[in-house]
C-alpha cells in the first residue's frame, strides 16, 4: 500500500495575518430535503408578517415604505445555522465521513433523479471574521483527523503482515478495517459546502420562525452600521427547484 501521506498545512513563512474580509461559500448542490428546507426559510423572509414578539408596523410606517418582513437576508439565516452548529463543536471526523459521502452521492447524481442525491441548487452565504475562521479551521481539522487515523490503520496492517507473501492479506485487513472504523477509504478536498449541508441539516425540523427569529437577532447584532438600510431578503428570490 503505497497510499502518498497528504501534507500537512503550512502558513508562507514571514506572513503575518491581518484583518479579514468577510468570506463568501457555497453550499454546493442540495438534496431534495435540504432544498426544501433552505425554502422554507426564504419563504418567510418573503413573507409581510411579523414574527413572533415583535410589532407590527403601523399605517405611517407602511406608507413610509417599510414593511413586516423579517429584517434578516437569507445570508444572516444561514450563517445563523452555520454558526449553531460551529458551537456544538461537531466531531471533526463526523465532517470527514460526510464529506466524503457527499463526493460518492454526487457523482451518483450525474445520472440518477433520485431526491436523496445533492442534484438542486446551490445556495451561498457570509462569514465574517472569527466565524470565517472556525468554518475553515474545523474543515482543516476533519483532513487532518481523516489522514491521521486512515494513516493509523495502514502502519498497523503493516506490522501485522510485514512480509511480502501477505500483500493479501494485508490489503484486506487494511479496507475491512476501515470499513469497521468508518474511516472513508479515499482522499477529497473538504470543501467549504460540507459543514453547511450538516448545519441544514441539524435544523431541518426546527421551526421556521425560531429559525428567522435567530437570523433577525444575528443580523441586528453585526450589521451595526446606522446608516446603512437593515438587510432583508429579495422579494424576488425564488425557490430552489431545478436540478443541473
Known amino acids: 500500500m503505497e497510499t502518498e501521506r497528504p501534507a500537512p498545512d503550512a502558513e508562507p513563512a514571514g506572513t503575518a495575518p491581518?484583518?479579514?474580509?468577510?468570506?463568501?461559500?457555497?453550499?454546493?448542490?442540495?438534496?431534495?430535503?435540504?432544498?426544501?428546507?433552505?425554502?422554507?426559510?426564504?419563504k418567510r423572509l418573503r413573507l409581510d408578517e411579523p414574527l413572533p414578539g415583535i410589532e407590527p408596523k403601523g399605517p405611517m410606517l407602511r406608507e413610509a415604505g417599510l414593511d413586516d418582513r423579517p429584517r434578516a437576508s437569507f445570508s444572516d439565516v444561514l450563517a445563523t445555522a452555520v454558526i449553531?452548529?460551529?458551537?456544538?463543536?461537531?466531531?471533526?471526523?463526523?465532517?470527514?465521513?460526510?464529506?466524503?459521502?457527499?463526493?460518492?452521492?454526487?457523482?451518483?447524481?450525474a445520472n440518477s433523479t433520485r431526491d436523496d442525491l445533492p442534484r438542486f441548487q446551490p445556495v451561498t452565504f457570509t462569514?465574517?471574521?472569527?466565524?470565517?475562521?472556525?468554518y475553515d479551521d474545523l474543515m482543516a481539522q476533519a483532513a487532518r483527523e481523516h489522514s491521521r487515523r486512515y494513516f493509523e490503520v495502514k502502519d498497523e496492517a503493516d506490522r501485522r503482515f510485514p512480509e511480502d507473501h501477505q500483500a493479501e492479506?494485508?490489503?484486506?485487513?487494511?479496507?475491512?478495517?476501515?470499513?469497521?472504523?468508518?474511516?472513508?477509504?479515499?482522499?477529497?478536498?473538504?470543501?467549504?459546502?460540507?459543514?453547511?449541508?450538516?448545519?441544514?441539516?441539524?435544523?431541518?425540523?426546527?421551526?421556521?420562525?425560531?429559525?428567522?427569529?435567530?437570523?433577525?437577532d444575528y443580523a441586528q447584532r453585526i450589521h451595526l452600521d446606522p446608516e446603512q438600510p437593515p438587510r432583508r431578503a429579495r422579494r424576488d428570490m425564488q425557490d430552489i427547484g431545478r436540478e443541473k
Open 127 to 134: 462569514l465574517i471574521k472569527d466565524n470565517a475562521d472556525r
Open 84 to 109: 449553531a452548529f460551529l458551537n456544538r463543536e461537531p466531531n471533526p471526523m463526523d465532517v470527514a465521513r460526510y464529506s466524503h459521502q457527499i463526493r460518492v452521492e454526487a457523482k451518483m447524481a
Open 18 to 42: 491581518g484583518p479579514r474580509r468577510p468570506v463568501q461559500y457555497s453550499t454546493g448542490r442540495l438534496t431534495k430535503r435540504q432544498a426544501d428546507t433552505v425554502n422554507k426559510w426564504r
Open 169 to 216: 492479506q494485508r490489503l484486506f485487513w487494511f479496507h475491512a478495517e476501515l470499513a469497521q472504523r468508518r474511516i472513508p477509504p479515499d482522499f477529497y478536498k473538504i470543501t467549504g459546502g460540507i459543514i453547511a449541508r450538516m448545519a441544514i441539516n441539524a435544523w431541518a425540523r426546527r421551526a421556521v420562525d425560531k429559525v428567522v427569529l435567530d437570523a433577525v
